[in-house]
């Protein structure tokens, strides 16, 4: 890294709360170095209550862009002097250009939750998804979802104060597109069991079961694990949450959020630089299954 540090070196980075464990330093600072950008990506652990300052920051030193992760993703539209149209619509930002003091938000985690699923094998075109939680990471695989084909989207959450954005956001996907986008409540065990019997996949787009709580888990009836259901994770640390260990064990194809974290990372390195990361050999490197 040293090396390559000159006066010249552009700065992007991950905002978001915990930061440590991220594997998107590693991957940008390599695919920087593969293709002789000079550019460097750092790390920094900000919650939502020191994210307005450190924005201010981060802008006046000039960065070009940054990542935002949990739980900063939906207060950096605020933050923001532009947002893409996805990133209106879904009312969250994973990622940040700077264009001369001019910061556009965009949303990259549905890209790349998609992409993770072709990686995998499975084409998503006409299923049905039951997609737990509807904050940032969710939506945004909810409206690229929508836009790539699925037919039918349920969604559940807990009825919070964001309850009924998300009622407008479900009815606006519906509308926007071929998808049907249902909302229905969390709490309603009832309803999430039968919706996933009839489902093709399963979606856990929440933070339940990332480290170090692991040993949560939102489906508490195994039984409706079949095999034929396809169960994802957003979530990558660790890599086999207790929600994916379960559902393995009932003989469900599996996979995590590892790939959408190479995928939307690789898109928002191209928004960054113009130019496309060298996926084959970051995938070579640091990802495995």
């Not at 993703?73 to 001019?102: H, R």
């Not at 006409?126 to 969710?138: I, Q, V, Y």
């Not at 979802?145 to 009622?167: H, M």
Request: glycine share 10%; aromatic share 8%.
């Amino acid at each position: 890294m040293k090396d390559r540090i000159t006066g010249h070196t552009v700065l992007t980075g991950l905002l978001g709360s915990p930061v440590a464990h991220s594997i998107s330093p590693m991957m940008h600072n390599e695919s920087f170095r593969q293709l002789g950008l000079d550019y460097a990506y750092l790390a920094f652990d900000v919650g939502t209550d020191n994210l307005k300052t450190a924005v201010e920051g981060l802008k006046v030193l000039g960065v070009r862009g940054f990542n935002l992760t949990m739980p900063d993703k939906n207060l950096m539209c605020t933050y923001c002097d532009k947002l893409s149209p996805a990133a209106e619509l879904i009312g969250a930002v994973n990622t940040v250009v700077n264009d001369n003091g001019v910061l556009t938000g965009h949303t990259t985690d549905g890209i790349g939750y998609m992409e993770a699923a072709r990686d995998a094998g499975y084409d998503l075109t006409g299923k049905t998804m039951t997609l737990l939680g509807g904050g940032g990471a969710a939506t945004a695989i909810c409206v690229q979802a929508a836009l790539d084909g699925l037919k039918e989207i349920r969604v559940f959450n807990i009825k919070d104060q964001f309850y009924g954005r998300l009622e407008k956001l479900t009815a606006n996907i519906t509308a926007r597109t071929s998808c049907k986008v249902t909302l229905h409540d969390l709490s309603d065990e009832r309803a999430l069991y039968d919706s996933i019997e009839t489902s093709d996949i399963l979606t856990n787009g929440t933070s339940v079961g990332m480290a170090p709580n692991t040993d949560a888990c939102l489906i508490k009836n195994t039984d409706v694990f079949r095999k034929e259901l396809i169960v994802s994770d957003v979530i990558y640390n660790p890599e086999q949450t207790k929600l994916l260990k379960l559902a393995s064990e009932k003989g469900c194809p599996t996979f995590n959020g590892l790939y959408m974290l190479l995928y939307q990372g690789a898109a928002a390195f191209k928004i960054w630089t113009g130019q496309d990361m060298p996926v084959d050999i970051i995938k070579e490197k640091y990802f495995t299954r």
